[in-house]
């Protein structure tokens, strides 16, 4: 897909801000091209507005990427990044400060994101739709958090 074929600023953003217009790995590069918005606007933000940010992005990205799918014709797309970016916020939730927590967080976040284990898999093939495309990145962010935090709390 061109960038010329992102017709409006829901494909833009669905694509993160053509992030995911890499031919290759663009969900790896989706990731990547979140974290610096986490690290300039996200991450000194108090925990319930961060909280609430994550409602607000995933329920946006439901709209955002089950839009761009049906536009393109083409369930989650690999050019639809906006879930990796909520996923990866999700994982940053509370992350400690020093940037080998990042690298931490990106790390576990692909992990999960890539491997797909149970129930990961299961909703990525069961659930249509924006709910579908977001549900595997939201969980993946999860289980990716749960890993940070056990890590943290254990080596900090």
């Known amino acids: 897909m061109a960038a010329a074929q992102l017709t409006s600023w829901q494909h833009w953003l669905a694509f993160g801000l053509g992030s995911g217009l890499a031919r290759k790995a663009p ?9 610096p918005v986490w690290w300039l606007a996200l991450q000194h933000l108090p925990l319930l507005p961060y909280l609430l940010m994550l409602l607000l992005t ?5 709209y955002l990427c ?4 049906d536009d393109l014709g083409v ?9 990796e970016w909520v996923g990866i916020w999700i994982t940053c939730l509370l992350l400690p400060d020093g940037w080998y927590w990042i690298v931490a967080a990106f790390a576990a976040f692909r992990f999960f994101d890539i491997l797909k284990p149970w129930p990961i898999r299961w909703l990525d093939q069961h659930v249509e739709g924006g709910l579908g495309i977001m549900i595997d ?16 709390f254990w080596l900090v």
Do not use: E, F
């Open 58 to 62: 995933s329920l946006v990205g439901i």
């Open 137 to 152: 990145d939201i969980l993946a962010g999860i289980m990716a958090l749960i890993v940070v935090q056990l890590a943290a």
């Open 66 to 69: 089950g839009k761009t799918a």
């Open 75 to 83: 369930h989650d797309h690999p050019g639809i990044v906006w879930d």
């Open 27 to 35: 969900g790896t590069w989706g990731t990547l091209a979140a974290i």
